[in-house]
C-alpha cells in the first residue's frame, strides 16, 4: 500500500475572493468532500497557506507578484483574508504549512513533514492552478513523489490557463483526475 498524504494549499479568504461567486462555492464543495474522504480514509492532511507580517518585511521590491500582494494591503498575519476558508479549517493534528512564496516547499517545512510522514504519494489540490499548484507540482516530481491533482479542487483567474496545465502539463509529471474519481482511489 502506498503512503499517501493530502495536500490542501491556499484556501484563504483574501485568494477565494477573486475567484467568481458560483465558481468559489463549487471549488469550495468539492474540496470540503475530499477533505472527508481523505480523513475517513486516515490519510494525512496538510493545508497549506500564504502570509505576511505587518509592513511586509519578507517582500523583496524585486518580486513583482509580491509587490501587488503588498499593495494590495493582503494576507496579512492575523487578519480575516489570511484565514482559510471556513468551510476548510485544519483539525488540530493536521499542520499547517506557512509560505512566504508561491511554492509549498521554497523555505518551508513541507518536505520535513512529508518524510516525517513516510509520504509516496502527494494529492493536491489549490488555487491557483498556475501559481502554488503548479510550482508545488514541479517540487514533488522533482523529489520522485507520485503526485495525483484534482483539477476540479483548483482555480485560476484564468479558466483557459488552468485548462491548459491540467490537460496538458501536469499529465507529464501526474495524474490529474476529478474529486469523484479519486475518493474510491483513497482507501485503497
Known amino acids: 500500500m502506498v503512503n499517501k498524504l493530502l495536500l490542501l494549499c491556499d484556501y484563504q479568504n483574501d485568494i477565494l475572493v477573486s475567484l467568481s461567486p458560483v465558481e468559489r462555492e463549487r471549488i469550495v464543495g468539492n474540496t470540503q468532500r475530499l477533505l472527508h474522504g481523505a ?8 493545508f497549506v497557506g500564504v ?15 509580491y509587490q501587488s500582494i503588498k499593495n494590495a494591503n493582503v494576507l496579512l498575519d ?12 485544519p483539525q488540530p493534528n493536521e499542520p499547517v504549512v506557512v509560505k512566504k512564496r508561491v511554492g509549498a516547499h521554497f523555505n518551508t517545512e513541507l518536505p ?11 494529492i493536491i489540490s489549490g ?3 498556475s501559481g502554488v499548484v503548479l510550482s508545488t507540482v514541479r ?3 522533482d523529489s520522485d513523489f507520485l503526485i495525483t491533482v484534482v483539477q476540479d479542487c ?9 485548462n491548459m496545465l491540467c490537460q ?3 499529465t507529464r509529471q501526474a495524474n490529474v483526475v476529478n474529486v469523484d474519481s479519486v475518493l474510491p482511489h483513497l482507501i485503497q
Open 39 to 46: 480523513r475517513t480514509a486516515g490519510i494525512p492532511v496538510i
Open 51 to 65: 502570509c505576511f507580517r505587518s509592513g511586509y518585511p519578507e517582500v523583496n521590491m524585486n518580486n513583482k507578484m
Open 78 to 89: 492575523g487578519t480575516i483574508g489570511a484565514q482559510f476558508e471556513e468551510a476548510l479549517q
Open 112 to 122: 520535513l513533514l512529508l518524510k516525517a510522514h513516510g509520504t509516496e504519494e502527494v
Open 127 to 129: 488555487v491557483s492552478t
Open 139 to 141: 517540487y514533488l516530481a
Open 154 to 162: 483548483c482555480a485560476d483567474r484564468d479558466q483557459e490557463v488552468h
Open 168 to 170: 496538458r502539463v501536469f
